[in-house]
């Protein structure tokens, strides 16, 4: 789908349309469940697209890369991040959805919320968004091993943060794949 042409304000409608709650739900990982903050980081990286909208070729790829930057630049500023309140009912769930889905999701959502913007970036673009180490490198600008270091320590923090995730048992964790345990919209 490209900007190009004369309808490219339809096109870019379009694309909005059909492709905003994909894109909401990965900025409120980015945003550790701040679903305002993850507006906020949705809205600027659409208004960064529609300024180049007539010149790219993916407009979902480089909405995210938008996106990641975006909250890379955030973890960089100097001063401290606002702690972020967690203590939401979980959102309605699908009729398939049992307790323990709706548990893990709670729970795994205040664990990311309590790491570093940088740990929880990481693990987003690699199991949310299932990139591969080398593209997670390539939009988080550094190396592999980097990447692979940073993965390491934000699971171990993870499992510190949130040992009852492991409680959960095995038939969850089997039933759940990444995408499965949504965070919004």
Not at 59 to 88: D, F, H, M, N, T
Not at 133 to 146: D, K, Q, R, Y
Not at 159 to 179: D, I
């Amino acid at each position: 789908m490209s900007g190009r042409g004369e309808g490219y304000e339809d096109g870019f409608r379009t694309f909005v349309e059909t492709r905003s709650a994909a894109l909401l739900r990965t900025a409120v990982l980015l945003c550790g469940g701040d679903r305002h903050a993850a507006e906020d980081l949705l809205q600027n990286a659409l208004i960064k697209t529609l300024g180049r909208w007539q010149r790219i070729e993916d407009p979902e790829a480089y909405v995210r890369q938008v996106l990641y930057r975006q909250q890379i630049g955030r973890w960089r500023l100097k001063w401290p991040r606002r702690e972020v309140s967690v203590s939401e009912p979980p959102e309605a769930g699908r009729a398939e959805d049992s307790l323990a889905v709706a548990e893990l999701r709670v729970v795994l959502r205040a664990a990311l919320a309590r790491l570093t913007t940088r740990q929880r970036t990481v693990l987003v673009l690699r199991y949310f968004e299932d990139l591969p180490e080398a593209e997670v490198a390539a939009l988080l600008g550094c190396s592999v091993g980097t990447v692979r270091s940073t993965t390491h320590r934000s699971l171990a923090r993870l499992r510190t943060l949130a040992p009852e995730l492991a409680a959960l048992g095995p038939a969850v964790e089997e039933s759940v794949h990444p995408r499965a345990v949504e965070v919004g919209p």
